[in-house]
């Protein structure tokens, strides 16, 4: 998912087990922050005000069965429930997934194809009427009927699906989704066992709508739902205004907990500096863009106790083509890799506090990461370093030369804006500098993701991004190498890199049947996997980046969700 | 009476020696030429300057480099220590010479050196742009003032058609356009990030501006006696155009250079500040303005240097540019001697 138009990032959102090791030390916080993994009861006292939002655009549709931004899914969270929910608290615990709209987490067959929910009863959307099976069952029916961007990667294993992918228009699910009115039952018949189908249910494209909800982009206008907040109006070029949804009666705190403002108001139009200025003069509370890099070192003096670091299962990284010259060669990939000085690009980024060198293709904490490093200096595929040290700029002069591409011309691709366009130049740098002649391709933010993904522009390398959608290692290594993944001609293909390897392919889909009965050998797979994809570098991992929350003054009760980030809904502003 | 001599004193005089003369006695011709060139100077000595004095490569990203400044080893991007610890700076000005005098950019280059390799480029389109303007603007105008008729309507409406376009709106589509894909035809092939393409872009967009005033001061001097004469007397048109109407629309011409030198460099600094000029690692002050964007609060110098620069010689090409206008108006001489 695009994190926002700004950054031009994908958000996927991933899960990391309470054991991973996103601690204490790795965060910097101030002192309105909440305790981790507890959200605190509700303080009748803190209630009300207006939260002010402010950013440089607005994230196109509304519609929670389309958008596919970090940007509304944030608010998605306080404005609707899906079946299912990630833990609504601060640190790693908001990976857990926990009932919301259904009493309890499914009951779920031992071949694990069919999961049994049953429906709360009593619960209203927002225009007031209640929540039944029968839109469940419309709501399921809608993801396909809507054509929403995930129906076919994470929605394909429900019964029926391939028919409703075929014909979205005549989508039925009578065979998938089967609902009880009269016991408020809905049982999920799926395809095949899927270890990751409870994060899918979780996620915002999976939320519960009235059955007569438009079968086509709600686009501007909003959708009733079940949370703690209801869209009141939508202008992508000025405000998006949420207010209190009166039918609201807290079910399960920690699935859809009370808020604290009486309204949330986004203001779209402001440059990240003018954001920074009206978060410091009081005028706003939070800005969704990253803060320019030299105001940085400023806020993080001046006003230390209004900014919160957070690490993020994410990466940004150097997708190569494969299947275009120079880097169709395994050598000319591998001297990209040893070339690349992480500690630059973590420079670039603002620095170690706010990024952290990565050689893996799934990040720190991630499940299925391990510790190696084929591309440092000292360290080979043969025998890898456990961490990345530092580049090696003459193994990859020598690499190129073995490889043949020495003097070829390479396209870089980047989003325009400020910090992709440095990383580009420097990319461009090191690249002349290990003999090609590399020239820098920045275009606009809007189109980049969908322009290095088509094979049809030919592009070589770009630089790229990807935030975890749920937390299970498929999420980055088959979803982004898998040979699915992989359509040429189209703006839809993710595995940027059009990497292949049919013998490992065959070895990640046999990962994820093993996580359904076995998650540790799973995911002990899934790092060897790791390893031996990375060995044929069919892309270059730059660094694992963190999320910088710039606040007012005036704000408490900050909560740092890892799925969704802050939590927008419980922040006090009175 | 005292005020009138000089008037009779230049009348006697022949246009070139007045004009001369006048722009000898002219304070802004010195001090507009003594900037031009001081300025060119500089940017010419870029190679020098970077391999003798800052002995670095502003072209080569430097993020992990280091100076040394005092005796210690300084890096050139510096992670800030205070707070929390976020944000890295580039170092700021050493104000001594070698490296670094000017700072740094984002990339860890020397500014200094930059400044000068993207002077001697934004100087480079600007005066080769120009000079295509004037040569293509005076030669189309030249001939659809003299040809008349057909080609006449020819050349001025494809002139009225460039000139329908806001010229940076057709500099920005034409850069745009030919940034992703290059240009190719016949035997003629520019890459994508050749300076050839901004010269080539902005060369076109200003040719009305010089073409058409041209070809109104032809069709003025094809009625004029000396003209007919020369026609009546059975010169061929090339002797016609080279000896009678040329040295003719020369003065006009030499007024254009200037201002279409300066408009060029102007247009050149705002299509690289879009990204869509010179493109990287090359420099140009228009680039280095869009690298200093984002150091306004940290480093400003950065950006402010460039921009001064521009704005230093585009005043003095159009002081250059007055002076001479002045001097080779014989009337606007008389009106003000008067």
Redesign the interface.
Known sequence: MRRSKSVAALLSLAFILSACSSGADDE?GSSAQAQEGVLAAYDESKAGGTLRLVAKGAAGTLDPHINYTLQFWQLYQAAYDGLLAFRKVDGPKSFEIVPDLAEALPEVSADGKTLTFTLRSGIKFSDGRDVTVADVKASFERIFKVSSPTAGGFYNGIVGADKCLANPATCNLDKGIVVDAATNKIVMNLTGADATIKYKLALPHAVILPADAPSKDAGSDPIPGTGAYTFASYDPNNELKMVRNTHFVEWNREAQPAGYPDEIVYSFGLTAEAQVNAIKNDQADWMLDPI???????????N?DQ?N?HTLTAMWYLPMNNNLAPFDNVKARQAVNYAL?R??MV??F?????ASPACTFLPPGFPGHADFCQYTKGADTASPAKEWTEPDLEKAKALVKESGTLGQKVGIVVS?D?VN??MG??V???L??IGYKA????ISSNIQFTYIQNTNNKVQISISQWYQDFPAAMDFSYILLGCESFTPGSDSSINMAGYCNKDINKRMIAAMELAVTDEDAANKEWGVIDKDIMDEAPVAVAFTPKQ?DFLSKRVKNYNFSKQFYMLVSQLQVK | MTDREPAVQVLSESPGRIARETLAHDRRTWIASALLLFIVVLTLAAPLYATYVSKTDP???S??GTTVIDGQEVSV?Q??T????????PIGPTWRIGSYALGAD??GRDVAARLLYGGTNTLLIGFTAGFLTITIGTLLGIIAGYSGKFVDSFISRILDVIWAFPVYLLSISLSVVLL?SGFKWGPISL???SLYLPIFIIGLVYVPYVARPIRGQVIALREREFVKAAIGSGAKNSQIIFREILPNVIPSVIVFIPMMVALAMLTESALSFL?IGV???DASWGTIIKDGL??????PLVALLPGLLIVITAVSLNLLGDAVRDALDPKARMRGAV
Not at chain 1, 350 to 354: A, C, D, K, S, T
């Open positions: 910097a320019p890099a030299d105001r940085l070192t400023e806020l993080g003096t001046e230390a900014i670091v000085d500690n630059a420079k670039i603002g620095g170690e506090q706010l325009d400020e366009k440095q130049e420097y461009q740098s090191v002349n500098q020239t820098l391709k920045p910088v | 072209f080569v990203s993020i992990n991007l992670q800030s205070e707070g929390l610890r976020i944000g890295v700076n984002n990339q992703t890459e994508s990030g990204s493109q990287p690692p984002g150091l306004l609060y940290t480093r």
